[in-house]
């Protein structure tokens, strides 16, 4: 059995990590996000930008895996799974998770904004956040940036192509904590119904993908994934 996760930011704001869309307690609640987050944004203010992400990569790594994160990696013991992020986090892989396509990138890999290398030097340390920090240069002399998809970028090919293949060659697609509303990754489910795959939405709010999903299930990711596939046959029937 091939069974493929498309997780979002949901299943990690229960391990404390804050999610994007939180208006009150999200990462960008007092940030412009397009100054943080764009192409324009690195050109025009490359410290602030990168002093914003060095101090989320620092503060990830003080967060753990949650039962949701966990289960997924113990279903490698019954199924083949493929785990399709979109978040930045390394939770999954954390957790145990050994196929992880990242399509929003990733905040633990960094690569120069000029000719593309990855960068595996040393990172400035960040005890406490500051606002602009100069980020370390490449040897070809552009400046390292973290690798995730800011608005406007394409997402990266090997991780969507991957990614479009856990969900098409998949028995089972299980939607975890996304609000269904992020293109092209919002369409991977639908993508996976209409070649007839059962797709599990788990989401404590309803989403656009709802009503569609073959079952859709109000409830955490921590709470549903430990047995969620001791219920799959009443749930699927």
């Keep these: ?19 994007f869309r939180d208006v009150e307690t999200g990462l960008w609640a007092k940030v412009d996000p397009y100054e943080i987050s764009s192409a324009e944004g690195w050109r025009d203010h490359p410290e602030k930008v990168w002093a914003w992400y060095l ?3 620092y503060l990830m790594q003080n967060v753990e895996p949650n039962n ?23 939770l999954h ?9 990242h399509v929003h990138g990733s905040l633990f890999q960094f690569r120069c ?11 400035p340390a960040m005890p406490e956040p500051v606002e602009a ?12 940036r973290p690798n995730v998809v800011w608005f406007g970028e394409a997402l990266p090919d090997d991780a969507w192509q991957k990614s479009v293949d856990a969900v098409t060659h998949a028995d089972l697609v299980v939607v975890v904590g996304t609000s269904s509303i992020v293109y092209p990754a919002a369409g991977l489910p639908e993508l996976a119904l209409a070649q007839g795959i059962p797709v599990i ?11 569609a999903a073959t079952v859709s299930m109000r409830e955490t990711a921590a709470g549903a994934l430990p ?3 001791q219920r799959l046959p009443s749930l699927l029937g």
């Design 227 to 229: 047995g969620l596939l």
């Design 1 to 19: 059995m091939q069974l493929t996760v498309l997780s979002g930011a949901g299943i990690s704001a229960e391990s404390g990590v804050p999610t």
């Design 201 to 211: 939405e788990v989401n404590p709010e309803r989403t656009p993908l709802s009503d």
């Design 68 to 90: 949701g994160h966990r289960a997924v990696a113990a279903w490698q013991d019954y199924a083949e799974v493929h785990v399709v992020t979109q978040n930045v986090d390394d």
């Design 93 to 101: 892989e954390r957790a145990g998770s050994r196929r992880v396509y």
């Design 55 to 57: 101090w989320r990569h």
């Design 133 to 144: 920090v100069s980020p370390p240069e490449c040897e070809c002399g552009g400046l390292v």
């Design 113 to 123: 904004d000029r000719c593309e290398g990855e960068y595996r030097g040393e990172l």
